[in-house]
C-alpha cells in the first residue's frame, strides 16, 4: 500500500536534517508514545551524505486479530536511511529483526524550503507490504495510520528541539 506524508518544520531545511542525525534528538524521539527509545546502531558521514541505522521496537497495542500472527515481543525493525544533504533526499528502508517474509517498507523522504516563511516542508512517500492472508491490507492501513501519527509527533519535536537552539529540555 502507498503512503504520502506531509509535515511543515519550522526550521530552516539545514537544520531539519542536522537533526535528524543527531544523537540527542534521536534519543528524544524515546518520548514519543507507541515507540520504546531508538538504538542508534551506526552512523557514517560521508560528506554530502550520512548513512545511519536506528532500532525501533513497537509498544503501542495491538489487536487479538494481529497478535494470533505477531508476537509484540518481536515486533522491532532497524531503520536504514540515507540522507543527501545535497538534494535534500533521503532513502529509508524498514528492516524488521523478526518476520521479514511477512513485512516490507520502503520509502523515499524530500525536504523543500519555503523560503517566504523560514520554514521545511518533509514530504515521505513510500510503500508498506504486510503479506499475511486476509488481514495483510488491514494491517497496511494500520501500520500507515501509525506512521502518520508518529510523523506528525516527529514534526512537532522537531519544532520543540530545534526552537530550543537543539538543545530541548526534552532531549537525553
Given at each position: 500500500?502507498?503512503?504520502?506524508?506531509?509535515?511543515?518544520?519550522?526550521?530552516?531545511?539545514?537544520?531539519?536534517?542536522?537533526?535528524?542525525?543527531?544523537?540527542?534528538?534521536?534519543?528524544?524521539?524515546?518520548?514519543?508514545?507507541?515507540?520504546?527509545?531508538?538504538?542508534?546502531?551506526?552512523?557514517?558521514?560521508?560528506?554530502?551524505?550520512f548513512?545511519?541505522?536506528?532500532?525501533?521496537?513497537?509498544?503501542?497495542?495491538?489487536?487479538?486479530?494481529?497478535?494470533a500472527?505477531?508476537?509484540?515481543?518481536k515486533l522491532?525493525?532497524?531503520e536504514?536511511?540515507?540522507?543527501?544533504?545535497?538534494?535534500?533526499?533521503?532513502?529509508?528502508?524498514?528492516?524488521?529483526?523478526?518476520?521479514?517474509?511477512?513485512?516490507?517498507?520502503?520509502g523515499?523522504?524530500?525536504?523543500?524550503?519555503?523560503?517566504?516563511?523560514?520554514?521545511?516542508?518533509?514530504?515521505?512517500?513510500?510503500?508498506?507490504?504486510?503479506?499475511?492472508?486476509?488481514v495483510?491490507?488491514?494491517?497496511?492501513?494500520?501500520?500507515i495510520?501509525?506512521?502518520?501519527d508518529?510523523?506528525?509527533?516527529?514534526?512537532?519535536?522537531l519544532?520543540?528541539?530545534?526552537?530550543a537552539?537543539?538543545?530541548?529540555?526534552?532531549?537525553?
Open positions: 500500500m502507498r503512503f504520502e506524508l506531509v509535515q511543515h518544520v519550522h526550521a530552516p531545511i539545514d537544520a531539519v536534517e542536522a537533526a535528524l542525525v543527531d544523537p540527542r534528538f534521536l534519543a528524544t524521539l524515546g518520548t514519543l508514545p507507541k515507540l520504546g527509545r531508538p538504538e542508534l546502531l551506526e552512523q557514517r558521514d560521508m560528506g554530502d551524505r548513512f545511519q541505522r536506528v532500532r525501533y521496537d513497537f509498544e503501542g497495542d495491538l489487536s487479538a486479530t494481529v497478535k500472527f505477531i508476537d509484540p515481543a522491532t525493525w532497524v536504514e536511511s540515507t540522507q543527501d544533504r545535497a538534494t535534500h533526499l533521503t532513502t529509508i528502508e524498514i528492516v524488521p529483526d523478526h518476520y521479514t517474509s511477512m513485512f516490507g517498507c520502503a523515499l523522504v524530500r525536504l523543500s524550503a519555503d523560503r517566504d516563511s523560514g520554514t521545511t516542508l518533509r514530504v515521505a512517500t513510500g510503500e508498506v507490504t504486510v503479506r499475511v492472508p486476509l495483510g491490507v488491514k494491517a497496511e492501513a494500520a501500520i495510520s501509525g506512521l502518520e508518529h510523523a506528525a509527533r516527529e514534526a512537532e519535536a519544532d520543540d528541539w530545534l526552537g537552539g537543539g538543545n530541548s529540555s526534552r532531549s537525553a
